[in-house]
């Protein structure tokens, strides 16, 4: 008799009911159908091929890129009862081989297997020896050759329908922009699949994104204001910043660990083991934190330095209140960051292509970080998904002013022009501000026609206009010149000559913010 997916949820997983689009995925796998499911992180993709998997006969085939997960799944599900193993180069010889003499005489439920190691004609013939339930492909977001997490053998995965036509195919991702998933469909000849895209709003998050004067102390007194004594993870692009805000946050009584990949192992995991143990820590890390941490009460998630896409910044995010509590996302944020990922996509050795959809998302990071909408709209809308202003952002809470800022952002391009397209933000200003720098004289820039003509507005204002500017794609860093400015002719002419509004957001004030305090 056939098992049914309700009665194995709570027998086998002890949980009342499904989540979401949980159930009507499983029934259309376990009918046979191929899927492709878009959840966000923590969305409860996992059933969606577990319990296929045990309910129709046969082994369930696991893809999964993320070895080092493996096992801790394979444990997580033995316990539970489940006859589930893992099959990857970490397992001694003898080891795999058992497990796939286990697999022809269907003496288990679910199998997990590394892509490389399951495209070896090896383990190819052993599954034509196999009683097979179905395939899932976890994380297939790896197929996408424009992606950051592409993997040659996800390619391969396609010659699976064509071998085993019979058997369902399940893929599943968090990553869900529509390129992305259509690529997905195709590489894995998904076309006459199920899309399943599940709902992206995070609604207990609170969103809040600030523009960074002192880092530091924006981040202690937004930790001691609102979470005090609670958990949360900060991130930071470099590994020593990781080491030197860890440090200073324990100095001033926030208890606090660092976590990156220069660490010897041993410390990283009791780090990451305590964080997950106790209360009240504080996790500084970089991006090599998190895969696969499920740790339900996280209060807060802060970004000290950008992400590197609106994708990352949901993820990274979304290890926030995972038991549906009210968490805060916090960022901080200046130029110099946006010109650094942008100086970082430039000096890769990607292709032209890719360069360029990668600067894409940076610059949608960067709309998202300068908008005056509903933050949450904004993120949703980015998945493809949408919603009322949500009045849990803080420009729900607190709507920014905005102003005509025509006349400044022309004077603005204007500067740049004149000093031919050469400088960063920091002498444009100063040109703006007529201020006769050492550097202004020997440049002869004082000279020049806009010297001195945006005296309206302080250094601090401007700085506000330029990364809105480089924000609404006006104009761009240029890293190859360190960082000059640049106009993008097709969005600064219309401005220029007076064809186009430009409206901007006002920066907010900050309770408490130090004025005297330098910039980064
Ligand atoms: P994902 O793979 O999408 O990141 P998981 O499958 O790991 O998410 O699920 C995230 C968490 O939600 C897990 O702790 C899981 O046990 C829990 N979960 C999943 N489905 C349900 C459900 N129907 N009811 C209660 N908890 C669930
Ligand atoms: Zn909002």
């Known amino acids: 008799m056939r098992l049914d997916p309700q009665t194995v949820l709570r027998s086998v997983f002890g949980y009342d009911s499904f989540r979401g689009m949980q159930g009507e995925v499983i029934?259309?796998?376990?009918?046979?159908?191929?899927?492709?499911?878009i959840m966000p992180t923590g969305g409860g993709k996992s059933l969606c091929y577990q319990i296929p998997g045990l309910v129709r006969p046969g082994v369930a085939i696991v893809v999964s890129p993320l070895i080092a997960l493996m096992q801790d799944q394979v444990e997580a599900l033995r316990q539970l009862g489940v006859k589930a193993a893992a099959l990857?180069?970490?397992?001694?010889?003898?080891?795999?081989?058992?497990?796939?003499?286990?697999?022809?005489?269907?003496?288990?439920?679910?199998?997990?297997?590394?892509?490389?190691?399951?495209?070896?004609?090896?383990?190819?013939?052993?599954?034509?020896?196999?009683?097979?339930?179905?395939?899932?492909?976890?994380e297939a977001h790896c197929v996408s050759q424009w992606g950051h997490d592409f993997r040659p053998e996800y390619l391969q995965l396609r010659t699976l329908h064509e071998r085993f036509p019979h058997v369902p195919r399940v893929a599943l991702t968090a990553t869900a922009d529509g390129p992305t998933?259509?690529?997905?469909?195709?590489?894995?000849?998904l076309e006459n699949g199920r899309e399943f895209v599940a709902g992206f709003d995070r609604p207990n998050i609170r969103?809040?994104?600030?523009?960074?004067?002192?880092?530091?102390?924006?981040?202690?007194?937004?930790?001691?204001?609102?979470?005090?004594?609670?958990?949360?993870?900060?991130?930071?692009?470099?590994?020593?910043?990781?080491?030197?805000?860890?440090?200073?946050?324990?100095?001033?009584?926030?208890?606090?660990?660092?976590?990156?990949?220069?660490?010897p192992k041993e410390v990283r995991f009791a780090n990451q083991d305590r964080f997950l143990k106790e209360e009240g820590l504080t996790v500084v890390a970089t991006i090599a934190f998190g895969m696969g941490i499920d740790k339900p009460d996280v209060r807060f998630v802060a970004h000290l330095d950008l992400p590197k896409s609106l994708e990352a910044y949901?993820?990274?995010?979304?290890?926030?209140?995972?038991?549906?509590?009210?968490?805060n996302a916090?960022?901080?944020?200046?130029?110099?960051?946006?010109?650094?990922?942008?100086?970082?996509?430039?000096?890769?050795?990607?292709?032209?292509?890719?360069?360029?959809?990668?600067?894409?998302?940076?610059?949608?990071?960067?709309?998202?970080?300068?908008t005056a909408r509903c933050r949450r709209q904004v993120l949703l809308e980015y998945f493809g998904d949408t919603c009322e202003p949500c009045g849990n952002c803080d420009t729900c809470l607190d709507p920014p002013e905005t102003y005509d800022a025509t006349v400044p952002v022309q004077k603005a391009l204007s500067a740049c022009y004149r000093t031919g397209q050469r400088f960063g933000a920091g002498h444009v200003i100063d040109v703006l501000l007529g201020n006769m720098t050492?550097?202004?004289r020997q440049l002869g820039h004082d000279a020049l026609s806009v010297f001195g003509i945006g005296k309206e507005f302080s250094k601090e204002?401007?700085?506000?206009?330029?990364?809105?500017?480089?924000?609404?794609?006006?104009?761009?860093?240029?890293?190859?010149?360190?960082g000059a400015l640049v106009l993008i002719p097709d969005t600064a002419r219309p401005i220029l000559k007076g064809e186009q509004t430009v409206i901007l957001r006002k920066e907010r004030k900050e309770a408490g913010r130090r004025r005297s305090e330098k910039r980064e």
């Not at 924006?218 to 590994?239: A, D, P, T």
Request: glycine letters at 8%; one cysteine or more.
């Open 27 to 37: 029934e259309h796998v376990v009918d046979g159908g191929d899927a492709l499911v």
């Open 314 to 327: 949901y993820q990274e995010t979304g290890r926030a209140g995972r038991d549906g509590l009210p968490s």
């Open 438 to 440: 050492d550097r202004m």
């Open 88 to 138: 990857n180069s970490t397992l001694p010889w003898p080891e795999q081989q058992e497990v796939e003499r286990q697999m022809r005489a269907g003496e288990l439920d679910l199998v997990y297997v590394a892509p490389e190691r399951l495209m070896g004609e090896g383990c190819l013939n052993n599954l034509a020896h196999t009683d097979l339930a179905l395939f899932a492909i976890d």
């Open 181 to 189: 998933r259509r690529e997905i469909v195709e590489r894995l000849a």
């Open 461 to 482: 204002q401007w700085r506000t206009v330029f990364r809105q500017m480089i924000a609404y794609g006006y104009i761009r860093a240029d890293a190859e010149a360190h």
């Open 330 to 370: 916090w960022m901080v944020f200046g130029m110099q960051d946006a010109a650094r990922l942008f100086q970082m996509i430039d000096q890769s050795d990607a292709a032209d292509a890719q360069k360029m959809i990668e600067r894409r998302k940076v610059e949608s990071l960067l709309g998202f970080a300068e």
């Open 207 to 263: 969103y809040h994104v600030r523009a960074k004067t002192n880092a530091k102390t924006q981040l202690l007194s937004f930790i001691k204001r609102e979470h005090s004594g609670e958990s949360g993870i900060v991130y930071c692009m470099s590994r020593a910043k990781v080491d030197d805000i860890a440090a200073w946050l324990n100095d001033e009584g926030v208890p606090a660990l660092p976590y990156h990949a220069g660490l």
